[in-house]
């Protein structure tokens, strides 16, 4: 449900993680963006609201044959172009500058310095310098005709480059990163100053444009709703509830794989609070049965994805046939289940509710949020008056404790890690760390140690504590705990959970690592 004839920036996918985050930056911004791959540029040719274009990253190479091209009529748009890191390269070759591939590789912080004024980097720089975050090989080697330098880092001599008659600017970094230091001032010159675009993107606009959407596309039919209990399936039944009321079921599927007592927490709340019109489907012998034997965390999303479609396809006949299923989906889960290069470079993991679905199936999708980051669907979430507990509840994936447990699945593993998992979230709660923490969960690892239990020998599994911070889950940095914490979790799950003997922390950031296992 994209807004369509209001003013925005196109940007154009060339397979970068971090697409998403430039939208999103733009939006917080108060703008519209839209994300449109790569292979379709020519879509937005004859779209009048396109008041400027961004070439994002990507994982290819631009001096390789099989890289992707920039489209030569991208010029007859007549509007100010960005390019970052693989756009920034591919704009230069495009305009007759050289790119090569260096002998040194920037992949982290890097420090970059002012050479020449423009109007991109106004208030960017701090004493001529500024720190960016780089994630390249290649870099551009000869500028093209018109272009000057703006900035340079030591492995980058053309950091920054600009026409500034044409509008056409390239940064070789990652604006849209938060390890970039004022990489949203650069963003914000980009938007206001050079493509004189104005804001028109709030959570209001939204909240009408999806239920005014929702009616013109549902009419008269009814609607399943598939309802996890998490904030996005949440926001897309109250916006449905709001635009058709009674047409509207929803579906609560046990696979099994939820939390403790998260089933009995999610009827409470939307049946018996909230007055939805809720069917509950216990079905988790089904999904263990189907998944127990599966190990590859590809094949255990398919698998869980395809059951979920099988019950509600099952159900729906029972509800007169509804035609549409509606879903939580956001845009990184489009983003890391699809490969825009065609390649394994670019897909990260197939979401359950995009890449795990079946190729047919019996309903017309409705995804209200399938254009928004989580921190939009909070707020979106908040105007709509949904109860805290579900708007400030972390992210669960739609498998579940299924991709938190590496390997073979049994019931006895499943038993385990619930407990564990609840003692970590309980002392979170306690000592009020919860609400400062992006997402938080235990796992179960596929490895047995010896421990020592009184005078006892035990040989036992390894629980994994995971927490991070993050914006957007896109980036993610590992929640710095206190020893005296992290003892006291250790101490209660060794002690309370049987089958577990050692607990160790994961302090990995995103990237290289992402923040579930699986």
């Avoid at 599994?461 to 005296?484: K, P, Y």
Wanted: aromatic share 8%.
């Amino acid at each position: 449900m994209e807004p369509n004839k209001i003013e925005k920036i196109a940007i154009i996918d060339f397979g970068s993680q971090f697409t998403q985050l430039v939208a999103r930056k733009i939006r917080e911004l108060g703008v519209y963006s839209d994300i449109i791959n790569s292979k379709n540029i020519r879509k937005i040719f004859n779209n009048k609201s396109i008041k400027g274009v961004i070439l994002s990253g990507g994982p290819l190479s631009a001096t390789k044959r099989k890289s992707l091209k920039l489209d030569k009529s991208i010029i007859n748009l007549k509007v100010p172009i960005l390019g970052i890191c693989y756009g920034h390269q591919i704009l230069a070759k495009k305009f007759g500058g050289k790119i090569k591939n260096s002998k040194y590789r920037e992949f982290g912080k890097a420090i970059v310095m002012s050479k020449n004024k423009s109007i991109l980097t106004k208030n960017f720089f701090n004493n001529g310098k500024n720190v960016v975050w780089m994630s390249h090989q290649d870099v551009v080697q000869k500028l093209p005709l018109d272009f000057k330098p703006i900035g340079s880092t030591s492995n980058s001599k053309f950091a920054i480059i600009a026409n500034e008659k044409l509008k056409y600017y390239g940064v070789q970094f990652h604006p849209e990163v938060s390890h970039t230091a004022n990489g949203k001032i650069l963003i914000k010159n980009f938007l206001f100053n050079i493509c004189k675009i104005t804001k028109n993107w709030s959570t209001k606009n939204q909240k009408k444009i999806f239920i005014q959407d929702i009616k013109k596309i549902v009419k008269k039919d009814k609607v399943i709703c598939a309802l996890s209990g998490g904030v996005d399936s949440s926001v897309v039944a109250l916006l449905l509830k709001k635009a058709i009321g009674n047409n509207l079921t929803c579906i609560f599927v046990n696979t099994g794989f939820l939390r403790q007592n998260e089933e009995t927490e999610v009827l409470k709340i939307f049946k018996h609070k909230l007055k939805f019109k809720l069917l509950y489907i216990n079905a988790s012998k089904l999904f263990l049965n189907k998944i127990k034997n599966t190990q590859n965390p590809e094949k255990k999303r398919k698998i869980i994805g395809n059951l979920f479609i099988k019950i509600f396809e099952k159900y729906a006949k029972k509800l007169k046939n509804a035609k549409f299923l509606a879903q939580g989906t956001l845009y990184p889960d489009l983003i890391e289940s699809k490969s825009v290069t065609g390649s394994s470079t670019s897909k990260i993991k197939s979401h359950h509710n995009v890449g795990g679905l079946p190729k047919t199936m019996n309903f017309n999708l409705i995804e209200p949020l399938k254009f928004l980051f989580k921190d939009e669907v909070r707020k979106l979430g908040a105007e709509l008056s949904l109860p805290k507990e579900i708007l400030l509840r972390h992210p669960f994936p739609g498998p579940g404790l299924a991709i938190r447990i590496p390997g073979n699945i049994t019931k006895e593993k499943i038993s385990i890690l619930k407990k564990a998992d609840f003692i970590f979230i309980d002392e979170l709660k306690k000592e009020n760390l919860y609400n400062k923490i992006w997402q938080a969960y235990a796992a179960l690892l596929p490895v047995k140690t010896v421990g020592v239990m009184g005078d006892s020998r035990t040989y036992e599994f390894i629980c994994l504590l995971r927490a991070v911070t993050s914006l957007d889950g896109m980036t993610a940095d590992f929640f710095h705990f206190e020893n005296n914490f992290l003892q006291k979790v250790s101490n209660r799950i060794v002690n309370s959970v049987k089958g577990i003997n050692r607990v160790v922390l994961d302090v990995s950031s995103k990237p290289p690592s992402t923040i579930e296992l699986e």
